[in-house]
Structures are given as C-alpha cells and as structure tokens.
C-alpha cells in the first residue's frame, strides 16, 4: 500500500512539473508571483505607517495621470505626480524596486532586467527613471507595471485616497489600470456583460484581460477576472461620480469625480 501511494505521489509531481513546463503553467507561476509581491507591497504600506505617524504614503495631485520619472537626482513636484513618485516613497523605505514589476508585464518586466540593452549601452531601472536619451516622462512611467488609488477631492482640495481606517475590503493597488494599454475602462459593468468587453476593460498585464490580482486596504490580496472587484461591485478603474460607493454603471476616469472613500478608482502609472 506504502509503496502504491508513493507512486501515485510521484506521479502527481511529474504531472505538477509538466504542467508548469507549459505556456499556461508559466503564466499561473507568474499570476502568484505578482501575488506575492502585491503582499508585499501591502506589508510595505503597514511598515511606513508605522513609522510615520499612521499615514500612508500619497502624492497629492490634481493631475494624477501625469507620469514623472523620479530618482535619487529628480524629485516628483507636488503638482505633477504619479504611481511611480509614490512607489519611490517606499523605495527610500528600502523595498525593493523589484516589487513594482509584474512579470506578466512584458514591458515593464523586459525593460527592468539588468540584462536589457539597448543602443549597445546597459540600463539599471532601480528607481523607474528611464535614462536613455530622449526619454521621455511616459517612459518613466512604463518600468511600473501597478496602479494605485487616486486621491479624494474634498471640497476644493485633494486628500489621500486610502488611510489606515480605510474599510478593509476597499482596493487600492492593482495590475495596471487598462488606460496604459489604450484600453477603456469605463466599460458599464453590468451582469449581461460579454467575456470580450469584460477582457477590454480589464487589467492587460496577464492573459491580455483575463485575471487581475489587487491588493485590498487591510493588506490581503484577492484576483478575480472581471474589474469590479471593489466594495458593493465597484469598478475599481473608474470614479462612481458619486457620494457612494458600489456602482456597476460606467463611471468616469475624471479624478474630479472621485469624491468617496469607499470607492476604488487606480490610476497611473500613465494616462
């Protein structure tokens, strides 16, 4: 009987083996490996507050979607930033730029290997400043492959979208929003919604809209194959317009609109 089982056992772990020697099996070991790093992440934001008075780190912004390279010899203004200025936040709290790359981004992925070369010349993407001559503030953008939650507007002013008394379930970092990839994500998420709009208003960076992986404010990590992840079903890439969150209907990207705490809307790293 012993020696049945430990066959079957063995045979079980040939079949594991293959099937992650295959295309799909590849792609599900970098669905987890985002994963991982989406935890991390969140670990990140928990250390920083921690350290800082219990606030998360945030850029404020009336421009959230402007891309702005930031390094040790650039600092992001106030007015112009975006989801690689905050990332940098928790870069200088030694994490490891390595975590803001999703390995399904074969972009991002491509252009952070210490191995890329271009022009015969090697590039080191440690802080998502792209230094090659000519580039441009939209090339910073491109080395981050996650999106964050906007800040709100208040009355006239910006305020940090998500706090450490934010409701756990609300999103607020994702696979990047599908504006990076000329998608929309306004699309109205509403039941009768067919596999192929549903895949268009989706994330891009695993299986070109089939599975996104978020990360939720009280740090664990959830995925699912549709965008409307957030709290009551809420588009997590669109504003609701609204006092309230949980709405399936097709919002905005408008950040003037992004008025409830409750509501997911994930911005950058680009427009």
Same mark, same amino acid.
């Given at each position: 009987?012993?020696?049945?089982?430990?066959?079957?056992?063995? &045979?079980?772990?040939? @079949?594991?083996?293959?099937?992650?020697?295959?295309?799909? &099996?590849?792609?599900?070991?970098?669905?987890?490996? $985002?994963?991982?790093?989406?935890?991390?992440?969140?670990?990140?934001?928990?250390?920083?507050? +921690?350290?800082?008075?219990?606030?998360?780190?945030?850029?404020?912004?009336? !421009?959230?979607?402007?891309?702005?390279?930031?390094?040790?010899?650039?600092?992001?203004?106030?007015?112009? @930033?975006?989801?690689?200025?905050?990332?940098?936040?928790?870069?200088?709290?030694?994490?490891?730029?390595?975590?803001?790359? $999703?390995?399904?981004?074969?972009? %991002?992925?491509?252009?952070?290997?210490? #191995?890329?070369?271009?022009? +015969?010349?090697?590039?080191?993407?440690?802080?998502?400043?792209?230094?090659? #001559?000519?580039?441009?503030?939209?090339?910073?953008?491109?080395? $981050?492959?996650?999106?964050?939650?906007?800040?709100?507007?208040?009355?006239?002013?910006?305020?940090?979208?998500?706090?450490?008394?934010?409701?756990?379930?609300?999103?607020? @970092?994702?696979?990047?929003?599908?504006? $990076?990839?000329? #998608?929309?994500?306004?699309? !109205?998420?509403?039941?009768?919604?067919? #596999?192929?709009?549903?895949? %268009? +208003?989706?994330?891009?960076?695993?299986?070109?809209?089939?599975?996104?992986?978020?990360?939720?404010?009280?740090?664990?990590?959830?995925?699912?194959k549709r965008a409307d992840l957030g709290i009551n079903k809420d588009n997590i890439f669109s504003a609701s317009g609204q006092e309230k969150a949980g709405t399936q209907g097709a919002g905005t990207v408008n950040l003037k609109d992004h008025k409830c705490r409750d509501d997911s809307f994930l911005l950058g790293p680009v427009k």
């Amino acid at each position: 009987m012993i020696s049945l089982v430990a066959i079957a056992l063995a &045979g079980l772990a040939l @079949v594991g083996v293959a099937h992650f020697g295959t295309q799909p &099996g590849w792609e599900l070991a970098r669905r987890q490996i $985002c994963a991982s790093r989406l935890n991390a992440i969140g670990k990140a934001y928990t250390f920083y507050a +921690g350290d800082n008075d219990e606030h998360m780190p945030w850029m404020p912004s009336n !421009d959230w979607t402007v891309a702005t390279g930031t390094n040790a010899r650039q600092v992001a203004q106030p007015d112009k @930033v975006s989801v690689t200025a905050l990332f940098f936040l928790l870069i200088r709290n030694e994490q490891d730029p390595g975590l803001f790359v $999703c390995p399904s981004d074969r972009q %991002a992925s491509r252009m952070t290997d210490p #191995k890329f070369q271009e022009g +015969g010349q090697k590039h080191y993407y440690w802080d998502f400043f792209d230094d090659r #001559k000519g580039a441009v503030a939209a090339d910073h953008a491109k080395l $981050c492959s996650y999106s964050i939650q906007a800040p709100l507007l208040w009355g006239d002013d910006y305020q940090p979208g998500f706090t450490t008394r934010s409701p756990g379930a609300l999103v607020i @970092v994702s696979d990047k929003t599908p504006q $990076c990839d000329g #998608k929309n994500p306004t699309t !109205d998420w509403t039941a009768k919604l067919t #596999k192929e709009q549903a895949r %268009a +208003g989706m994330s891009q960076n695993h299986s070109a809209g089939n599975f996104i992986n978020v990360l939720h404010a009280d740090s664990h990590v959830g995925d699912g194959k549709r965008a409307d992840l957030g709290i009551n079903k809420d588009n997590i890439f669109s504003a609701s317009g609204q006092e309230k969150a949980g709405t399936q209907g097709a919002g905005t990207v408008n950040l003037k609109d992004h008025k409830c705490r409750d509501d997911s809307f994930l911005l950058g790293p680009v427009k």
